[in-house]
């Protein structure tokens, strides 16, 4: 049934363009986050190595320093887990597709020995009305070259949040791209589990006011913080999470 309504949504086409242009008139553009985009947190060595690939989220966008996007954040609660230096990178880049990172990013990074990799991308595929069938090759091409690069990392993909919970998304659009996006992770978790990744859950959004930046579109500083807590289990796995 699920397919049948993402199939339906474009005949909202003409909606989704209309109220697509008055958001993006009303929206103020937001920068990455300033700040390093690279750092290691002490702690007992080895250290694991941490990067976070993918679309606006993984540059902080819609806050003012990096320490607070998902990375960074996410590392020091690695660090707390495990006790363990943690090394990480934010890899993120305004409006990036699937297609986008696999094809022009992920060639032009170096082969550093990344342990864990989380990967936030969908959300411009799902945003920018790309069908599921392109979808399933550029996200598939991209977890692909991933297991090709660092064939021992464990790679972690977050899928695409609830449209209808953005502030900035007007109900009706929300609700045309939240049963794309439904679609995207269906087919993005399937994918995961054929190609060697471990999709997580999707983050539960229990206070929009809060969890989002002033754009009402990314995550402000304790929208990360949550998300960053979420991912933590999926990252580290049960076998890396201490005994108490």
Known sequence: MSRIAALL??????VYVWQGIGVRRRTT???PASGP???????RKPPLSLLVLGDSSAASVGIGRSEDGLAAQLA???????GQAVRWRAAGFNSATSGQIRDHVLPNLSADAWTHIVLCIGTNDTKNFHSVPRFKKEFGGLLYALRAKWPEARVVWSPVLEFTRAPAMPPLLGKILE???QEMNRMGTRLCYERGAVPASRLPITNPQVGFASDGFHASAAGYRAWA???????LGDDEIPST
């Open 9 to 14: 949504t474009w005949f909202a086409l003409p």
């Open 29 to 31: 553009r937001m920068l």
């Open 37 to 43: 985009v690279m750092h290691e947190i002490t702690g």
């Open 76 to 82: 020091t609660l690695i660090s707390e887990q495990t």
């Open 179 to 181: 049963i794309r996006a």
């Open 229 to 235: 807590e979420h991912l933590l289990r999926f990252v």
